[in-house]
């Protein structure tokens, strides 16, 4: 399974090995904006030494995320309030923002978040030093409550 995972994403294998030796090094995993992750070396049921493969994986993806998503979120706030649209920004999960606002500014809404999204690269850039790669895309639905959202037409 991991060699399919990662003959399809070319390079990851490279960093997680990478990282692999960071930890049994006992020096933390440095992510690209500046968060550090220490993790130590756990014991497997017959107290050898084993590398906390599922933190480590998961912890910079993670944490990288929530960085991405606080740039994201604080610019949405400056746009929405500079635009004069009455918004309440309810809460961010992992890769959702959730705001809540009347039906009428569901458009601009919208293309504030789009715009937000396209100038991740740029802000990430001006905040923390680092050129981003990846593209950043928004989607945005609205609905009465989470259960009952729908694609923007």
């Known amino acids: 399974m991991n060699e399919k995972f990662y003959s399809k994403y070319h390079g990851l294998d490279k960093k997680h090995k990478e990282w692999m030796q960071v930890v049994a090094s006992g020096k933390p995993i440095e ?5 550090s992750w220490q993790l130590d070396m ?3 049921r017959y107290g050898n030494l084993k590398l906390p493969l599922n933190q480590l994986v998961n ?3 993670q944490g990288t995320g929530a960085d991405i998503m606080t740039i994201a979120r ?16 309810i809460s961010t ?8 606002t009347h039906m ?13 999204f396209a100038d991740i690269p740029k802000n990430i850039k001006a905040v923390f030093g680092y050129d981003w790669k990846v593209p ?14 729908r694609k923007f037409p």
């Open 59 to 61: 912890l910079p993806v």
């Open 31 to 35: 992510g690209p904006l500046g968060r």
């Open 104 to 116: 009428e500014y569901l458009s601009p809404i919208r293309d504030i978040f789009d715009l937000v």
């Open 74 to 89: 604080i610019s949405a706030y400056k746009r929405v309030k500079k635009a004069g649209i009455p918004c309440d920004f």
């Open 136 to 149: 950043m895309a928004c989607e945005s639905k609205y609905g009465p409550n989470m259960k009952d959202m």
């Open 93 to 100: 999960v992992h890769d959702s923002i959730v705001v809540d």
């Open 42 to 44: 756990g014991r497997d």
